[in-house]
């Protein structure tokens, strides 16, 4: 009889799970679309209920696809950070589960007293916006939902709560939701106050990747009970353990619609430098890995690729291809004075300036790519300044597919790799079951598990140099 891992990713787009062998090969995959509502004015939620929903309409059918006589040994979560939920006592949700770019909390983001605004970022390694689970609570509360008795519970934590597991509070999850004290990893307790609630509102806190129970003996596919519950913290930092850039020193590009840059580093810095890197951009948060804090930031640099793309018809074959081909044949830096806007995360806009005649459709891609790789390396050199060396970076993401776009790569650090990891989300939620299942009683202060668990002991292939990769 073998065993597998499930790894599932909660993301804002899709639900996805992947069934993984203990030697790291990808046996099944499912995926459904994720179900929000929209109820006006930018406001987007979910039911709780629909979470765990979805989650249990993938095992069935994963389990479905497995082999005859395979059993599940973990399942492990990682997700979208900030969304989340309240429960009472007895387990029962109190709100909805509301997006993480939903705009609600903005009022109470820009109510909040100057000393709280200005402790808020060094402490919390957030900036003061409502993104941060924080300001959804005040919305909440505000709204006259009585948070006393009540524990929050990010998605994954939640899905595990429902499929028989304990109450926990992620690390990595609870340093996005601005009530982490970044500096010591406890409850920050300015945050509590200001929310009129006790240390209560957060279960115990657990590192990525720590056994937070079994599925319960009930449960409707017979293959999962028994399974080891754990939550692997969020999507990109458990992204960035899969590909093997966990460690310090290392960083991945997450290049989809947004590009978000993760690195590592073996520190956490002052809180002068951690507020300085939250008005820039940057959030300072624990990392999944052993040792580790994550700096992560991010730009538009993948919707403004797309919006490009759609101005010069070039989205889809053969005029895609056409388009990567001219541009690699242009000499670097080569934009006939084009210009690309709209990079930054609080832009709506993407404008395309043409400053001459002599412009083609690659000259307009050359620009659009090289205003990207501006940002990124602005970023990378805040970071720097900072005292968090990249000097290895791996892209990860569905634009690594152009050659044109991983060409312009090579300039971020001195070494620039091509993930080899497919689905790295998935399969790092599993890799993190696979953890929890066989070190639920490792020592020491630090239970994460160590980058090399993801770079030595079971990486699928080699990474692929970015030169051999758009040659």
Not at 57 to 78: Q, Y
Not at 422 to 436: E, L, M, S, Y
């Amino acid at each position: 009889m073998s065993a597998v891992d499930l790894g599932f990713d909660l993301g804002t787009t899709v639900t996805k799970v992947s069934a993984v062998a203990d030697d790291g090969r990808r046996l099944v995959d499912h995926s459904v679309a994720t179900d929000w509502r929209e109820t006006g004015e930018g406001r987007v939620d979910r039911t709780p209920a629909s979470v765990v929903e979805a989650v249990e309409l993938l095992l069935a059918e994963v389990a479905a696809d497995l082999e005859p006589g395979t059993t599940v040994r973990s399942i492990g979560f990682t997700s979208m950070a900030e969304a989340g939920v309240l429960v009472d006592a007895a387990g029962r949700e109190q709100c909805p589960v509301i997006a993480w770019y939903d705009p609600r909390g903005s009022a109470q983001a820009a109510a909040l007293p100057a000393d709280l605004a200005r402790d808020f970022p060094a402490r919390t390694g957030l900036p003061v916006s409502h993104v941060a689970s924080f300001f959804k609570l005040l919305h909440l509360r505000d709204e006259g939902l009585d948070l006393r008795g009540l524990q929050w519970l990010s998605v994954p934590e939640f899905v595990v709560l429902r499929l028989g597991g304990r109450r926990v509070a992620e690390l990595s999850l609870l340093g996005r939701t601005g009530l982490l004290d970044v500096h010591t990893n406890t409850p920050w307790q300015p945050a509590l106050d200001h929310l009129g609630v006790g240390p209560d509102l957060l279960p115990e806190i657990v590192a990525a990747g720590a056994p937070a129970g079994t599925v319960r003996a009930d449960h409707p596919v017979a293959a999962v009970r028994g399974a080891v519950l754990t939550v692997a913290g969020h999507d990109h930092a458990v992204a960035a353990a899969a590909t093997g850039c966990g460690a310090p020193g290392s960083a991945l590009d997450s290049f989809g619609t947004a590009e978000a840059y993760l690195a590592s580093a073996s520190h956490v810095p002052d809180p002068d430098v951690v507020r300085d890197l939250a008005l820039r951009g940057i959030s300072v948060y624990p990392h999944t890995v052993r040792g580790a804090t994550g700096f992560i930031g991010g730009t538009r640099t993948g919707l403004v690729l797309k919006r490009v793309q759609q101005v010069l018809d070039a989205e889809h074959d053969p005029a895609r291809a056409a388009l990567d081909e001219a541009t690699l044949r242009l000499a670097p830096g080569d934009t006939a004075d084009v210009t690309v806007t709209g990079y930054a995360m609080g832009d709506h806009e993407v404008e395309i300036l043409l400053g001459s005649e002599a412009h083609t459709p690659a000259h307009v891609w050359r620009a659009a790519i090289d205003g990207g790789t501006a940002r990124g390396i602005e970023h990378l050199s805040v970071l720097r300044g900072a005292g968090v060396a990249v000097d290895r970076l791996v892209v990860a993401g569905g634009w690594t597919r152009m050659r044109s776009v991983l060409a312009a790569r090579q300039d971020l650090a001195p070494v620039v790799e091509v993930s080899a990891v497919d689905q790295p989300g998935t399969w790092g939620a599993a890799r993190f079951g696979a953890w929890a299942a066989q070190h639920a009683e490792q020592a020491g202060p630090d239970r994460r598990p160590p980058a090399e668990w993801f770079t030595d002991h079971l990486a699928p292939e080699p990474r692929q140099p970015i030169q051999e990769a758009h040659a």
